[in-house]
C-alpha cells in the first residue's frame, strides 16, 4: 500500500552538523519518514514550500527557568515553552529552583504532570541534587528526572549550597543511574564572603555584582567538580560558564577522560562590563557578565569542542524586581530561551562560525550528551521531527515588549539581528507556522525522559562510597 506522509517540506536547505543541502523531508507520525529529492516524496495530506529557508534541527535548551509552579508573575510553562517555540526551540529543560524545590518523587510527579498539560514543546525536568535529595536520588530517576542539577553556589530560590562532603555523597549516589548532573558552578564561601564585604562598605551599584563575583569564584568551582566526577565517575555538565579561566580546569578534565560536558550562554559570548552602565540591574546575572577579554576565548572554546553547547539560562524576572536600585535586591537573570536562536545566528552571519556549528551547539551535542541522539537532535529517517524552519536573511530588532515570555524585560532590547525562525514543528506538528501560534497545541509537548537512553553507567572508586565504608564497618563490627 503507499505510504502517505502527513506533511512535506519542499525546496528548503537541509542543515546537519557537516553539511548544508537542498532536500525535501517527509514526516509520519511525527517521525522524519525521507528525506531527498522532491520526486522521491511520498505523497502527502499537506505541503510546505520552504523556498529561501533553511531546515535546522529544533534546539534543544536544556537550561531554562520557566518558574512553574511557584512564580507565575515571571513565567509559566506555557508562556515559556511558546517562547521557546517562537524561538524554533523544540525540547527544553526546566531547572528545579520552582516551588516547591523538586527534590522528591512526589514534587515530581507533580510537576511532570502539570508540564504536560501545559508545554507547547518537548520538556525534560531536572531533580535538585543537595544534602536532603541524595537519598531520594533512586526515586528522583524512577519518577522521571531528566538529570540532575547542583547548585554549588546561591541564585534565585536561594537552594542550599551541598558542602563538598555532601557534594561527594551527592556524586556517588547518581554515578551508579549514569544520569548527568549540571552544576552551578560558583562557589558559595568565596562570594558570600565578597559581597558581604560590599555590601558593609557600602557598594550597592550594578558592576559591584561582578565585584562579589570574580572568574576565581567559578574557577575553583569547576575545578572541584571536575576531581569529585573524575572519582566517582559521576556525569557532569558545567552550566553557563562565563570566564576564559573555567577553560583550563575543563579542558585539562576533558584530557583526563572525565564525563565532563559545558555550556555558555548568548550573553558571555555578546554582552561584557560595558553593558552594565547601560543596562543597569537588568544585567544581573548569575554567573555575571564578564569582562570582553572573556568572549574570544569562549567562542574559541566552542569552535575547539571545549564547551559543548548553548543553552540560555532563560530566567525571567518582573520589570519591578529588575529595576530596585539596590543592586543587591535585584532579582538575578533575564529571559533568552525566545532569541538565542537570531542573536547566534546573527554571529554565524558576521562569520563567527559556520551554521553546522551552531546546530552542533544548540541541538546535536545536547541531543548527545543527555541521551537523546539520533531521536532528536538531527534531521534524519527516523528522528523526531522537531524542525525550526528558519530565514536566515530576515532583519529585525529584539523588542522585549514583542516576546512571548510573561517577564518582558531584558539587555538585549534594541538589538539589531539577522535571522527568525518561521515555522517551528514539533514531533511532526506545527506549533508555529507563518509567526503564528497553531491552535490546540498547549499540551502537545511531552517530557523526553521515558525516551532517553544514557550510555551504560561507570561509577569508580565503589568500593571507597560513604555507603560501601559504612557496609564493611557493619560488618566488621557484628563480626
Ligand atoms: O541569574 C540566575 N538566575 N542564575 C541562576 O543560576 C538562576 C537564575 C534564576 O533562577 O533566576
Ligand atoms: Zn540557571
Redesign the pocket.
Known amino acids: 500500500m503507499e505510504t502517505i506522509a502527513d506533511l512535506v517540506i519542499h525546496n528548503g536547505t537541509v542543515v546537519s552538523a557537516d553539511t548544508t543541502y537542498a532536500a525535501s523531508i517527509a514526516i509520519k507520525d511525527g517521525v522524519i519518514i525521507a528525506i531527498g529529492n522532491a520526486k522521491t516524496m511520498p505523497s502527502a495530506k499537506e505541503t510546505l514550500d520552504a523556498n529561501g529557508l533553511h531546515l535546522l534541527p529544533g534546539a534543544i535548551d536544556d537550561h531554562v527557568?520557566f518558574r512553574d509552579p511557584g512564580y507565575p508573575h515571571k513565567e509559566d510553562f506555557a508562556s515559556g515553552t511558546l517562547a521557546a517555540a517562537f524561538g524554533g526551540v523544540t525540547t527544553i529543560f526546566d531547572?528545579p529552583?520552582t516551588l516547591p524545590t523538586v527534590d522528591s518523587g512526589e514534587v515530581l510527579a507533580a510537576k511532570l504532570e502539570m508540564a504536560a498539560q501545559k508545554a507547547h514543546v518537548d520538556f525534560g525536568l531536572y531533580a535538585v541534587l543537595g544534602a536532603t535529595s541524595i537519598e531520594r536520588v533512586p526515586e528522583l530517576v524512577d519518577v522521571g528526572a531528566i538529570g540532575f542539577k547542583l547548585?554549588m553556589g546561591n541564585?534565585?530560590?536561594r537552594i542550599p549550597s551541598p558542602s563538598t562532603g555532601e557534594m561527594l555523597e551527592g556524586f556517588e549516589a547518581v554515578a551508579p543511574t549514569g544520569k548527568r548532573i549540571s552544576l552551578?558552578a560558583e562557589t558559595n564561601s568565596i562570594m558570600e564572603r565578597r559581597e558581604g564585604k560590599l555590601r558593609a562598605a557600602g557598594y550597592s551599584a550594578a558592576l559591584d555584582h561582578l565585584a562579589a563575583r570574580p572568574e576565581v569564584v567559578a574557577i575553583e568551582a569547576v575545578a572541584r567538580a571536575a576531581i569529585l566526577a573524575e572519582w566517582t565517575g559521576a556525569r557532569i555538565n558545567i552550566?553557563?560558564i562565563s570566564s576564559a579561566g573555567e577553560l583550563r580546569p575543563l579542558r585539562e578534565a576533558k584530557a583526563r577522560g572525565v564525563d565532563i560536558t559545558g555550556e555558555t550562554c548568548p550573553h558571555y559570548l555578546m554582552l561584557s562590563s560595558e553593558d552594565y552602565a547601560r543596562c543597569s540591574g537588568v544585567i544581573?546575572?548569575?554567573?555575571p557578565v564578564r569582562e570582553a577579554r572573556n568572549q574570544e576565548p569562549l567562542w574559541a572554546a566552542l569552535l575547539d569542542g571545549t564547551i559543548d553547547v548553548i543553552a540560555t539560562?532563560h530566567?525571567p524576572?518582573s520589570q519591578e524586581e529588575k529595576t530596585r536600585n539596590d543592586i543587591w535586591t535585584v532579582?538575578?537573570?533575564f529571559l533568552g530561551v525566545e532569541i538565542q536562536m537570531p542573536l547566534m545566528l546573527t554571529e554565524i552571519a558576521r562569520g563567527r562560525a559556520s551554521i553546522c556549528d551552531y546546530v552542533r551547539w544548540s541541538a546535536v551535542n545536547p541531543a548527545k550528551i543527555w541521551g537523546l541522539y539520533p531521536r532528536k537532535g538531527v534531521l534524519q529517517v527516523g528522528a523526531d521531527a522537531d524542525i525550526a524552519i528558519v530565514d536566515l536573511k530576515r532583519n529585525w530588532t529584539i523588542k522585549d515588549t514583542e516576546l512571548h515570555s510573561t517577564s518582558k524585560i531584558s539587555p538585549w532590547d534594541g538589538r539589531k539581528v539577522q535571522g527568525l525562525p518561521i515555522h517551528t514543528i514539533v514531533r511532526g506538528r506545527f506549533v508555529v507556522k507563518d509567526r503564528t501560534l497553531q491552535a490546540g497545541t498547549r499540551g502537545w509537548g511531552r517530557s523526553v525522559h521515558s525516551i532517553q537512553n544514557m550510555p551504560k553507567p561507570v561509577p569508580l572508586n565503589v568500593d571507597q562510597t560513604t555507603a560501601a565504608v559504612l557496609q564493611k564497618t557493619f560488618h566488621q563490627a557484628s563480626a
Open positions: 527557568h531547572m529552583n547548585y541564585t534565585f530560590g552551578h552550566l553557563h544581573r546575572v548569575n554567573p539560562d530566567a524576572h532579582d538575578a537573570g
